[in-house]
């Protein structure tokens, strides 16, 4: 997790504190501490929670991230993700600032599960509300924007998840200069079903997943 979190800082998907990680373990998961900087960051910093608990009781030294919520709950409801990752990505905030969903302007959008990336209404970060409008934008996806915030991605693994916020920048990123000279062609919905079906083997996996 500690590499996972320091390859997002040295690859611009996060800077200082902002974002955060968690994987699961059996009935429960590992989030990153609240409030330390990345390149700071220690393996025994990590918290661990109950998926169950409705709490925020943490065994760990530190307080978990404030965005605990919404990762207990896309872990609690899609037994399939094993970790998630928040980052504030330059073009994922900038497009979740406009409140702009990314459309299926590139192939690579079928890595996401659908031919878009949705934008979860607006809440106060940390919050339950928050929590609802994330795991009612990423059903049936494994990206999301958060609007006037960043974004969300989840996968089998950390390995993946990691792999698909870079990918979901890049998308972000061709979308933003795609807008900025008056659109692209928007890929079908059957266009991406095909490269789905031919994705069900491509991409970065963990060695033990």
């Not at 661990?48 to 919404?70: A, I």
């Not at 409008?133 to 915030?149: D, Q, T, Y």
Request: hydrophobic share 40%; aromatic share 6%; charged share 20%.
């Amino acid at each position: 997790m500690v590499a996972a979190c320091q390859k997002l800082d040295a690859d611009g998907l996060n800077r200082g504190s902002s974002g955060n990680i968690s994987v699961r373990v059996g009935g429960d998961m590992l989030i990153t501490p609240s409030g330390v900087a990345y390149d700071a960051l220690t393996p025994d910093m990590m918290g661990r929670m109950e998926l169950s608990s409705d709490d925020e009781n943490c065994e760990g030294p530190m307080k978990p991230s404030s965005e605990w919520r919404f990762h207990r709950d896309l872990l609690r409801a899609r037994p399939n993700l094993g970790a998630v990752v928040h980052t504030h990505a330059p073009f994922c905030t900038i497009l979740a600032i406009a409140r702009r969903p990314i459309p299926a302007i590139h192939y690579m959008m079928a890595a996401f599960g659908g031919s878009d990336i949705r934008v979860a209404d607006y809440a106060t970060y940390g919050t339950a509300e928050l929590s609802a409008h994330v795991v009612k934008a990423m059903e049936g996806r494994k990206g999301c924007l958060l609007a006037n915030h960043g974004m969300i991605v989840a996968g089998p693994d950390l390995t993946r998840a990691v792999w698909l916020a870079g990918e979901l920048e890049a998308l972000a990123h061709q979308h933003y200069h795609t807008l900025a000279i008056g659109g692209g062609h928007v890929l079908s919905d059957d266009q991406i079903a095909d490269t789905a079906r031919s994705f069900e083997t491509y991409g970065v996996r963990s060695t033990d997943a």
